[in-house]
């Protein structure tokens, strides 16, 4: 959606290097993640946040540390970026849906390639 | 962790060909959801399943969540080249996180 979005969109950068990969949202939700995407493996989540205090590891958090500066910001770091971060990295978005999972609203991603 | 495995990994179809992806796990779901991703594009919900048994209808793209609650599938009959793209489920065992599966990608021949 128009309403996350997602910069820079592509990032070629070299091991070693710190890099920043930023999403903002005007959608009003709470909530909001990273993803990376690797050809046959899907979609693995590398950190969440419910709230402007809220933090939480995923699934592949190792390397990675974010920020959530605002509701509307959410910030994925790589303080030493290796090779094998090369991926898609998606941010998503969600609110609050009572008894059922959220639906998740994804940014158009960035490609990052580290050399 | 919780995973959630997907198959097949590809599928090509003749356009008109109906196409099935199937996604399973070992643990009981709270529920599921199937997201399509375009081409170079970004993954867009398409929809929930949350009752076992549930069967919910999108035209030509039916989606079905096992009894047992343990697996799920989309069915789209008569494929289209608009329906080209990635396929994932993704599971929630009760925590507010989904696990994706690996999804299947739809390849339609004119």
């Known amino acids: 959606d128009a309403d996350v979005t997602q910069t820079p969109r592509n990032r070629i950068t070299k091991t070693g290097k710190r890099i920043m990969l930023e999403c903002s949202q005007t959608k009003g939700h709470d909530r909001m993640y990273w993803y990376r995407q690797d050809p046959g493996l899907g979609l693995r989540l590398i950190y969440y946040s419910f709230d402007v205090k809220d933090i939480n590891k995923g699934e592949i958090s190792d390397g990675y540390s974010v920020s959530r500066q605002a509701q509307a910001k959410f910030s994925l770091s790589l303080e030493s970026a290796i090779p094998n971060q090369t991926a898609l990295y998606f941010c998503a978005t969600s609110f609050a849906q009572g008894a059922s999972t959220d639906t998740q609203y994804f940014g158009p991603g960035t490609r990052l390639t580290v050399l | 962790g919780q995973q959630v495995m997907q198959i097949p990994q590809y599928q090509h179809v003749q356009e008109g060909e109906d196409f099935t992806t199937y996604c399973n796990s070992s643990?009981?779901?709270?529920?599921i959801q199937w997201y399509k991703q375009r081409p170079g594009g970004h993954p867009v919900f398409l929809i929930q399943l949350v009752k076992s048994g549930e069967v919910k209808k999108q035209k030509r793209l039916t989606f079905q969540f096992g009894e047992a609650k343990k697996n799920s599938s989309l069915h789209i009959t008569a494929t289209q080249t608009t329906d080209v793209g990635t396929y994932f489920c993704?599971?929630?065992?009760?925590?507010?996180?989904?696990?994706f599966g690996t999804g299947t990608r739809l390849t339609v021949i004119p």
């Open positions: 993704a599971a929630s065992a009760g925590a507010n996180n989904l696990f």
């Open positions: 643990t009981t779901l709270s529920n």
